[in-house]
């Protein structure tokens, strides 16, 4: 779920507690207090404790959903920053813009050298994965399409996929909103 990582992130420091602190009063880890007030995904139960210690209603902890952004190079940047982000969604624009971004660099790197080339290929996989794994969940795809990517041709299957519209948060599963 969307938390408005802001609230919680000026809660805490109004009351003068450190993260770690956050995390003992409220039972969560501490690795979950970083990625609420770093990415704004939580899960029910984390909202629930969080809103327990401030005491507050959860409600006013729920965020609404970011938009990406709406500028070619804030968009690669923003790709590359939540590299390990494999949760939250992605629209056409991010994907479709670091998509376009990957082939330009790769394409250079091996003009250069071929040993470049690989290099560069090793060190975008991951956030490549991760924005696929975003962009086919915001098109309410099945994130397992991606093994298409290891059959001949099968890449084009999964740009098709690329290719449909976003879901509205309505037409979402229950599931697939919670995470």
Not at 79 to 96: C, I, M, Q, V
Not at 109 to 124: G, S, Y
Not at 127 to 155: C, E, H, K, N
């Amino acid at each position: 779920m969307i938390i408005n990582s802001e609230k919680v992130k000026q809660l805490r420091e109004n009351k003068g507690w450190s993260q770690e602190q956050l995390s003992a009063l409220s039972g969560l880890n501490l690795r979950t207090i970083q990625r609420v007030e770093k990415r704004g995904s939580a899960s029910p139960e984390t909202i629930k404790a969080l809103a327990s210690v401030f005491e507050i209603n959860v409600e006013s902890l729920k965020g609404e959903m970011k938009k990406s952004p709406q500028r070619a190079l804030a968009s690669v940047l923003h790709t590359l920053k939540e590299f390990d982000n494999f949760k939250s969604r992605a629209d056409r624009y991010e994907f479709w813009w670091f998509f376009l971004f990957f082939i330009i660099v790769l394409a250079l790197a091996e003009a250069i050298h071929m040993i470049l080339a690989t290099i560069v290929a090793i060190i975008l996989l991951v956030p490549f994965l991760a924005v696929s794994t975003r962009r086919l969940r915001d098109a309410g795809q099945s994130i397992w399409w991606q093994w298409m990517y290891l059959v001949p041709f099968g890449v084009l299957v999964v740009l098709y996929l690329m290719t449909m519209p976003s879901l509205k948060r309505s037409e979402m599963s229950p599931k697939s909103q919670s995470s």
